[in-house]
């Protein structure tokens, strides 16, 4: 695959094969050769994907279904505004089997969001206002009979958001922000070697030599003995007696020449 590098020196590719199963549609599969504009609209909304409760899998006692739900439908408004401000550089013409950032978002949108939301918002809805003032609202809808039943449907949209997700990160060239971040910071042998390196070589006492990058020992003449002299005087010297005061030297007459 031939890639690209970004300004920042991070390799891009200049083709991403895209596939994704979307349920009542089917697989998605073509070709993504994304122009700049796509690239960045990519990163607008791979951001949006990662930070959203929506991509993150829920367990059977775990998250909020009106949460999953309301996060899937601001994404319509996420999607809009970006396709708005992008124009339609990020939906070119292209032939059969090649994708774009705009068919692709839309697709997504309202073949796999559009139909869940149609579906369930309602139902969530009257359920919710059957709700006693005296039950908190996450146990009343635990105890809703089809909540197992979204529960699934959440699960198989995530699905689709995800691979969503990896495609947008592989164009806009970013790193997979979905998955954990379990290495240590900094890694071992990486920017934590370089500051050791630095802290053993550059931070040592004593004055910078000129033109060097690290700290020296000082010039040898510095510590070389005193010649031999006069006493110096001590750490209180006596009272200096006052003497004549000198004044400027002026050029000598020669003798035996009256002045002028």
Do not use: C
């Not at 089917?26 to 951001?47: H, S």
């Not at 699960?155 to 958001?161: F, G, I, M, Q, T």
């Not at 990160?169 to 390196?197: I, K």
């Amino acid at each position: 695959m031939r890639r690209i590098r970004n300004a920042a020196g991070r390799a891009r590719p200049k083709q991403v094969t895209v596939r994704m199963a979307i349920p009542m549609l089917g697989d998605i599969t073509g070709v993504w050769e994304p122009v700049e504009a796509e690239r960045k609209a990519a990163w607008e909304l791979y951001a949006e994907l990662a930070t959203r409760v929506s991509t993150v899998e829920l367990g059977p006692e775990d998250g909020f279904l009106r949460e999953a739900l309301s996060s899937f439908y601001s994404l319509f408004g996420t999607t809009r505004d970006i396709l708005r401000r992008y124009g339609p550089d990020v939906a070119p013409r292209r032939g059969p089997g090649e994708i774009t950032f705009g068919a692709l978002a839309v697709t997504v949108l309202n073949q796999a969001l559009r139909p869940v939301l149609a579906t369930w918002h309602p139902r969530l809805a009257a359920y919710e206002s059957q709700r006693p003032a005296d039950v908190d609202p996450v146990s009343y809808e635990r105890g809703w009979e089809h909540a197992a039943a979204l529960r699934e449907e959440i699960a198989r949209v995530r699905e689709v958001l995800v691979a969503l997700a990896n495609a947008l990160s592989e164009v806009a060239g970013s790193a997979d922000l979905l998955r954990p971040a379990t290495m240590p910071y900094p890694p071992p042998g990486g920017r934590a070697g370089v500051r050791a390196r630095a802290v053993s070589t550059g931070m040592r006492p004593g004055p910078r030599r000129a033109g060097r990058g690290r700290a020296g020992p000082p010039p040898r003449t510095a510590r070389a003995p005193l010649p031999a002299g006069p006493a110096m005087p001590s750490a209180e010297p006596a009272s200096p007696r006052p003497g004549p005061r000198r004044t400027p030297r002026r050029a000598r007459r020669p003798a035996g020449r009256p002045g002028r």
